[in-house]
């Protein structure tokens, strides 16, 4: 059975398609010769559907769009002068800086989750991932469910285990859905002023919400990238060196596409003395280190632990953000404006921080860099699915640890009053007893086996600046209810743990209470844009 299941294109189709994506038949490809607001829309369009991007833009795009003069284009003309100067000043003077000038927007599909965390690590780098909130993932892709199948796996003495199993998974998935759907239109109202279709929409997300921890994380997603050279030299590297067979044979996939596009920024990838030795030399540091740790500490017993536990802050954060606050409007080196801010007044303080923070009229509007002064690491105790949303903030420091069904799971509140708790827990069951079969032979990809539901541990380090923007935006009213809780909590430590209630007050777009329907207001205003684009009869 093929890994990844090809999509079909009439012949007219594929005479359209051929002109703007590097391959029709494969899960990776390359976008060209389209406008950057086109390929933009694209992608952002691409999060909410079910849709492949070729087959989105064929559907949603391409009627609106002047193709003439495409017919004959072919995207390679007046590459190779270009490469002859990169060759010369890339490759022989090695000016890395040269490869951040060239970027690329890549599509990723029918990647498994535990696969898009992987091409998700880099910073510098644009991703946007297909939501679990809008599509219901009992949608079938070339008749199977839309889950991974390792190809050694299938092929191995538990293959017809682990297809069965997976199945029945998403069987769980599907009557849950309902179930939970049905329960959630039963007990919450429609407003007087909402329409059927924005009721149903927010009521099915709420349903799609509670019920995707029952997903595994071999569940596909299509992911969006868009990098520069460097960026995707990095990440293929990093690829390339990791354990997961999936991660090693999808970077050969996007070294072949990209390629098509910018060749000799991703020359050095696969020279064994340039990206191989560096890929190496990342295999081999990840694996020394694994077992030097589980030598030291592999049969240690984890002590129990909070969701959110503050691990690190600075005392003396708020002084140091004043001083930082006034360095670039004063005269006086750091050391001595530390001195004297901790001599002002309470009232002086709060002034100083008030005028630096300003009138903020939406979260949005956020103060300068001084709030980058100061830094918080946590330790989180949270549900995968969480993670998965959380660990996309990349002007941070994130890690985590390996995913596995031991540490337990989180059931919702809103399962168990759906009456779906049994059916629940028996899913989770299933997780753990194909994770467990396979860990022995196949100690990467058990973790396909282990539902979204189920906890892992992570830590987040970041500075103020950065709290600000995430804690706000993944507290706010459509949020999902795992995250919101861990942001919520990072909030209130910040405040009462680390003591800087100074920081914690600027974040003046916090949402502290749960709504009913998180996505409601969210569709409501998706309602209102499209009636004011709506042509007047």
Do not use: C
């Given at each position: 059975m093929s890994v990844y299941v090809p999509e079909q294109f009439t012949p007219d189709e594929s005479a359209v398609l051929r002109r703007y994506f590097t391959n029709l038949d494969l899960p990776v490809f390359a976008l060209v010769n389209l406008p950057e607001t086109v390929k933009g829309a694209l992608f952002a369009r691409y999060s909410r559907t079910a849709k492949s991007l070729r087959r989105l833009f064929l559907d949603e795009f391409v009627n609106d769009l002047d193709l003439k003069g495409d017919e004959t284009v072919d995207a390679t003309i007046g590459v190779a002068r270009a490469e002859e100067l990169y060759e010369r000043i890339f490759v022989e003077y090695g000016d890395d800086s040269v490869a951040q000038l060239g970027g690329v927007h890549l599509a990723c599909e029918q990647a498994s989750n535990l696969l898009?965390?992987?091409?998700?690590?880099?910073?510098?780098?644009?991703?946007?991932?297909?939501?679990t909130r809008y599509i219901s993932y009992d949608a079938r892709l070339g008749g199977r469910y839309r889950y991974y199948r390792d190809p050694d796996v299938l092929s191995g003495p538990f293959g017809t285990r682990y297809v069965g199993d997976m199945d029945r998974m998403?069987?769980?998935?599907?009557?849950?859905?309902?179930?939970?759907?049905?329960?959630?239109?039963?007990?919450?109202?429609r407003g007087a002023n909402d329409s059927d279709f924005i009721y149903r929409q927010a009521t099915r997300a709420k349903a799609l919400d509670a019920v995707r921890g029952i997903l595994?994380?071999?569940?596909?997603?299509?992911?969006?990238?868009?990098?520069?050279?460097?960026?995707?030299?990095?990440?293929?590297?990093?690829?390339?060196?990791?354990?997961?067979?999936?991660?090693?044979?999808?970077?050969?996939?996007?070294?072949?596409?990209?390629?098509?596009?910018?060749?000799?920024?991703?020359?050095r990838v696969d020279m064994p003395d340039r990206g191989g030795a560096w890929s190496k030399y990342l295999s081999?540091?990840?694996?020394?280190?694994a077992d030097l740790v589980d030598e030291y500490f592999g049969i240690v017993e984890p002590k129990e632990s909070p969701e959110v536990t503050l691990v690190d802050f600075d005392p003396d954060g708020e002084d140091k953000l004043l001083a930082a606050i006034c360095y670039s409007s004063s005269h006086l080196p750091e050391t001595q404006l530390l001195e004297r801010v901790r001599s002002l007044s309470h009232v002086q303080r709060v002034a100083l921080i008030s005028a630096y923070v300003g009138e903020r009229s939406n979260r949005r509007h956020k103060p300068g860099r001084a709030f980058e002064r100061l830094s918080y690491r946590f330790d989180v105790l949270g549900d995968y699915g969480a993670f998965r949303d959380l660990q996309r903030h990349r002007l941070l420091t994130i890690e985590w640890q390996r995913l596995t069904p031991h540490l337990g799971y989180a059931r919702p509140?809103?399962?168990?009053?759906?009456?779906?708790?049994?059916?629940?827990?028996?899913?989770?069951?299933?997780?753990?007893?194909?994770?467990?079969?396979?860990?022995?032979?196949?100690?990467?990809?058990?973790?396909?086996?282990v539902a979204m539901a189920h906890r892992m541990r992570y830590v987040m380090q970041f500075n103020a600046r950065e709290a600000m923007h995430m804690l706000e935006l993944r507290s706010a009213p459509q949020g999902h209810p795992a995250y919101r809780r861990v942001v919520l909590e990072m909030h209130r430590q910040i405040a009462t743990q680390a003591g800087h209630r100074a920081v914690a007050e600027a974040m003046t777009h916090m949402t502290t209470e749960a709504p009913l329907l998180e996505r409601l207001e969210s569709e409501r205003r998706i309602e209102q844009r499209r009636g004011s684009q709506r042509p007047s009869p």
């Open positions: 898009t965390k992987i091409l998700e690590w880099g910073r510098l780098m644009s991703y946007l991932e297909q939501s998403f069987d769980t998935y599907s009557e849950l859905v309902e179930m939970v759907t049905t329960h959630v239109r039963a007990t919450v109202p595994p994380a071999a569940s596909l997603s299509n992911v969006g990238i868009y990098g520069t050279g460097q960026g995707y030299e990095a990440l293929l590297l990093r690829m390339r060196a990791n354990p997961l067979p999936e991660a090693r044979a999808y970077a050969d996939m996007m070294l072949t596409e990209l390629r098509k596009v910018i060749p000799t920024f991703l020359r081999d540091n990840a694996s020394n280190t509140e809103l399962v168990d009053e759906a009456g779906g708790a049994e059916v629940f827990d028996t899913a989770m069951e299933r997780s753990q007893a194909l994770y467990e079969l396979l860990r022995p032979d196949y100690p990467e990809q058990a973790a396909y086996a």
